[in-house]
């Protein structure tokens, strides 16, 4: 089945520092990859949408300058968290679909501390 | 229009019994409705989907019930194992939204041995 892949799966940063995370579809192209972010028992929230070869649409509420999405191939998406601060720790998790939006497949997730 | 309305938010079941997580959803143009699977410190994993035109789908353990009329699905899990221990979501998406998915709230699903 499809796989996507998530690294790193834990990064710890210190306050001001950019981190960046990578979201790879191993066995399919992704012309399309998602950015979640999820608080402890909570749902997950939808962050932007990553179009490869084009500018990512961010949800409202989201900080494009602080988090920058770049979806250079079909395989690859990145999120860097810029100046990273406390309230930005998080759970990130991306998704992906081979079969045209029906049967995303996730990552497996990045723990985000900024101490 | 655009929620999912999930519940319970938690359930405790006894191992070899039935959990049943209910869905609820206003908007009519949701045309596929997945149920995903949360293990701690983990991504979600798709455990079974249904397309509106079916009122019932089963996988192995796991059954979604689809109620179109009263737009209301379920899952149901049979013979619930310690093992099935996790948070569970259910979304919905619709070729309008561009297949974006729109979550429940999740249940936390306990399975007492």
């Known amino acids: 089945g499809a796989v996507v892949s998530q690294h790193p799966s834990r990064v710890i940063c210190k306050s001001g520092t950019s981190v960046k995370i990578e979201c790879r579809s191993l066995d399919f192209q992704a012309t399309t990859m998602f950015w979640y972010r999820q608080f402890p028992k909570q749902s997950l929230m939808l962050m932007a949408t990553s179009n490869e070869g084009s500018k990512a649409t961010y949800e409202q509420g989201v900080e494009k300058d602080k988090f920058l999405i770049n979806h250079a191939s079909l395989t690859l998406s990145t999120l860097t968290v810029t100046s990273a601060h406390p309230e930005d720790s998080s759970f990130y998790i991306c998704s992906a679909s081979d079969r045209g939006g029906y049967g995303y497949t996730f990552g497996s997730g990045t723990r985000l501390t900024v101490v | 229009q655009q929620q999912v309305k999930q519940s319970p938010q938690s359930l405790i079941v006894q191992k070899g019994g039935i959990s049943i997580i209910n869905c609820a959803y206003e908007?009519?143009?949701?045309?596929?409705f997945p149920w995903y699977q949360q293990f701690p410190g983990k991504g979600p994993a798709l455990l079974i989907a249904?397309?509106?035109d079916v009122s019932e789908k089963k996988e192995g353990r796991f059954t979604i019930s689809f109620n179109k009329s009263a737009k209301q699905f379920s899952l149901h899990i049979m013979d619930s194992q310690p093992g099935d221990s996790a948070t569970y979501f259910c979304?919905?998406?619709?070729?309008?939204?561009?297949?974006?998915?729109?979550w429940g709230a999740g249940t936390k699903l306990i399975i007492k041995p």
């Open positions: 249904i397309r509106p």
């Open positions: 908007n009519t143009a949701f045309d596929y």
């Open positions: 979304a919905a998406s619709s070729l309008r939204s561009n297949y974006q998915l729109i």
